[in-house]
């Protein structure tokens, strides 16, 4: 989760009522969980997580700087990355190494524009294999949400990274160029988390959490407009040559691939401040 603690500019969004907003609530049981398991927790090497979700069978979704050390500024190699889909008390419904895994083209991890970054924010894992479960079923991606719209997110952190945790109902407080300001509550670990749109009762994903930040003294959260940039990442990721192990650029994003592994959990990377537990 990158900490973008700075004041953002005000939109007439920021007046929105938020009487219909919900606190966060822990899923902690298999009923609690039941539709929701494709999202998982990533572990980082052996000193981190983010978040992400299943979008395929072998394909999760999640935020570009999750793939970067915060001191090198190199990508983790993927024998360092693992996907724990479900993850709840010590167990998750489906364990996948990763086996290749790329940031946005645009993206620019040791950029100083902390802001711009956020538009890019998105990255893909494909999995070592597919997870073909009835109970984890990935969710579909859908059009960017306006300003107003409610969202939902479902989240791992700091201080709850054994166990999802959800809030039902935040919405999109406003828009900027290539990026939306949300009221949903997020902490370390939450990046990549998925922001979910409801159709038809049906939830899909229409962008993942990329920072905290702070807009006139309120706490907030920043996600890409990914509608478009997801589109050209699914193309540079099918273009881009799987067979050749170690790190290779595709304009600014990177593409890493390798063998898989289990790793660890609490986190201090990434692209921002990830607190170790």
Known sequence: ?????????????????????????????????????????????????????????????????????????????????????????????????????????????????????????????????????????????????????????????????EAPSMQDICHVLGRQPGFMVLTCNVDFGSSGAPVFVMHDGVPQIASVISAKAEMDTRPVSLASAMEVPLTELRQAFGAADATTPGVRRIGSGALVSGRSAATGAAMSAGGAKFVRP
């Open 1 to 161: 989760m990158r900490a973008v603690l700075v004041a953002l500019m005000l939109w007439a969004g920021a007046g929105l009522a938020q009487a219909e907003e919900t606190p966060l609530h822990s899923l902690l049981t298999a009923d609690e969980t039941r539709g929701w398991e494709a999202v998982g927790r990533i572990n980082l090497g052996d000193s981190g997580f983010c978040t992400g979700a299943l979008i395929a069978p072998d394909l999760v979704l999640t935020a570009a700087h999750c793939l970067f050390d915060q001191k090198s500024f190199q990508p983790y190699t993927v024998n360092t990355i693992e996907f724990l889909a479900g993850w709840r008390n010590g167990r998750a419904a489906a364990y996948r190494g990763v086996r290749r895994a790329m940031a946005h083209p645009s993206y620019t991890y040791d950029g100083t524009d902390k802001m711009g970054r956020v538009a890019y924010d998105i990255a893909l894992l494909q999995l070592d294999q597919p997870i073909r479960l009835s109970s984890i079923k990935p969710f579909d991606v859908a059009a960017d949400p306006q300003e107003g719209d409610k969202v939902s997110v479902v989240s791992y952190a700091l201080d709850r990274s």
